[in-house]
């Protein structure tokens, strides 16, 4: 069964006091107007999501995400973990400034589960664990690397997925998590693409190609400066 779920929201910036729907369907495209979308500007000169707006979109996206997941056949603890790792995810982008293509940082990996979910769905992927670790991953991927950016220290993001899901679903998440350093350098894109490669999990090699794609689907609201590491990074 499919079903359509509409999200009206209302501008406060928009002197015309406009409306956008936005459709969630399996055949559709959920993209937010960044002249649209409401937000608030703070002291740094950056965006922040209004939390009227959040509401309503976690609302919309925790129905979309159990739906595929009971779509995918995911039943019981491989269901309820699928929603307790939605959560942890909404939670850690939520107080994050908007990406700079002016949408929900939560959006980005929303997305890369939409597609990897409707590719699951097409080619008949029955493999329960298969699928929660996968989604799971694609869901977190960014919740320790930028978790400062959401007021969360990057310790207690990873501790809650260690806690509250597994530790090879928090290890996979480590990995594809660029190392910060306060008595050198920060790793390179280099070494850590490096590092990715060397890695044994192959639940690693299904999430980050999807984050890639997602990062060129935006790359024209970046600066010039950084486009061209995205693009050989991809």
Not at 71 to 85: C, E, P, Q, S
Not at 145 to 159: H, M, N, Q, R
Request: with cysteine; glycine share 4%.
């Amino acid at each position: 069964k499919e079903n359509d779920i509409n999200l009206y929201y209302q501008s406060r910036e928009d002197s015309t006091n406009h409306k956008k729907t936005c459709r969630i369907s399996p055949k559709s495209t959920f993209v937010l107007n960044p002249k649209l979308s409401t937000s608030k500007e703070t002291a740094m000169g950056q965006e922040q999501p209004d939390p009227e707006l959040f509401r309503r979109l976690d609302k919309l996206l925790k129905v979309y995400i159990a739906e595929i997941g009971t779509a995918l056949g995911l039943k019981g603890d491989n269901h309820r973990l699928l929603m307790i790792g939605y959560g942890l995810a909404f939670e850690g982008h939520k107080y994050a400034p908007n990406r700079e293509s002016g949408e929900p940082y939560i959006m980005h990996p929303f997305r890369q589960f939409r597609r990897i979910s409707i590719r699951m769905l097409k080619f008949g992927v029955v493999s329960p664990d298969f699928i929660r670790l996968t989604l799971l991953i694609i869901l977190l991927h960014d919740t320790v690397e930028d978790a400062l950016k959401g007021k969360i220290l990057p310790f207690v993001a990873y501790s809650k997925i260690c806690t509250l899901l597994d530790e090879l679903t928090a290890y996979c998440v480590l990995t594809l998590t660029k190392k910060k350093f306060e008595t050198k350098e920060d790793e390179t894109r280099k070494e850590f693409l490096e590092r990715v490669l060397r890695s044994e999990l192959w639940m690693v090699f299904v999430a980050k190609p999807e984050d890639m794609i997602d990062n060129l689907t935006t790359l024209n609201a970046l600066p010039f400066e950084k486009q061209p590491g995205k693009v050989r990074e991809a």
